[in-house]
């Protein structure tokens, strides 16, 4: 795959997770973002790394894995939840982009254990109905990925337990708006 493709997609994933950042979704370096990059001979995506502040991020700051969580391009830690983000991808060949905030209002419920009832119909058209949330799993570990696939399903967001909310769609602003 061209450099100059990876380069746009690493710069399409930073761009996002800064908008996260601005939009009050996270804080500091908590969450993530990725997209699933369209590679015919393997499973790829660009993510973004562990630990590092939003408001600082710049292109190194996202790398290129594939699905075991190698490194394609980049050198630095991709996210604790990259495993969570591949199992998603596995599970949802229509999903493209995977956004993983704390947002105030989706940890909240996710902390209190609470389903979201479709309640407006755009959570219907938007979300794919009630969003409900996933068995605890730690994070960073296969479990969570495991668990928020199976609370997900065919929907388009699920919240963690005691954690927060994963939004997926078919681009990155999808998922954001999600």
Same mark, same amino acid.
């Given at each position: ?19 996260m ?31 590092k502040?939003?408001?600082?991020f ?10 075991d969580?190698?490194a ?5 830690l991709?996210?604790?939840e990259t495993?969570?983000? @591949? #199992?998603v991808?596995?599970? +949802?060949?229509? &999903?493209?982009?995977?956004? =993983? ?5 989706a940890?909240? !419920?996710?902390?209190a254990?609470?389903?979201l009832p479709p ?11 009630e ?17 928020? @696939? #199976?609370?997900?399903?065919? +929907?388009?967001? &699920?919240?963690?337990r005691n =954690?927060?909310?994963?939004?997926v769609?078919?681009? !990155?602003?999808?998922?954001?708006a999600?």
């Amino acid at each position: 795959m061209a450099n100059n493709t990876l380069n746009n997609i690493r710069a399409s994933v930073m761009a996002t997770a800064k908008k996260m950042a601005k939009a009050g979704l996270v804080s500091g370096a908590s969450g993530n973002v990725s997209q699933r990059v369209q590679d015919p001979e393997r499973d790829l995506l660009a993510i973004t790394v562990a630990g590092k502040d939003y408001n600082k991020f710049v292109l190194d700051d996202v790398v290129i894995i594939d699905f075991d969580g190698e490194a394609i391009e980049g050198d630095k830690l991709p996210s604790t939840e990259t495993m969570t983000h @591949v #199992a998603v991808y596995r599970a +949802r060949t229509d &999903v493209n982009a995977v956004i =993983h905030t704390h947002s105030i209002y989706a940890s909240a !419920l996710a902390v209190a254990g609470m389903n979201l009832p479709p309640i407006i119909d755009e959570l219907v058209v938007s979300l794919g109905g009630e969003i409900h949330v996933a068995e605890y799993g730690f994070p960073s570990s296969e479990e969570l990925g495991e668990n928020v @696939v #199976a609370a997900l399903g065919d +929907r388009n967001a &699920v919240l963690l337990r005691n =954690h927060g909310v994963v939004g997926v769609g078919d681009s !990155l602003e999808e998922a954001l708006a999600v």
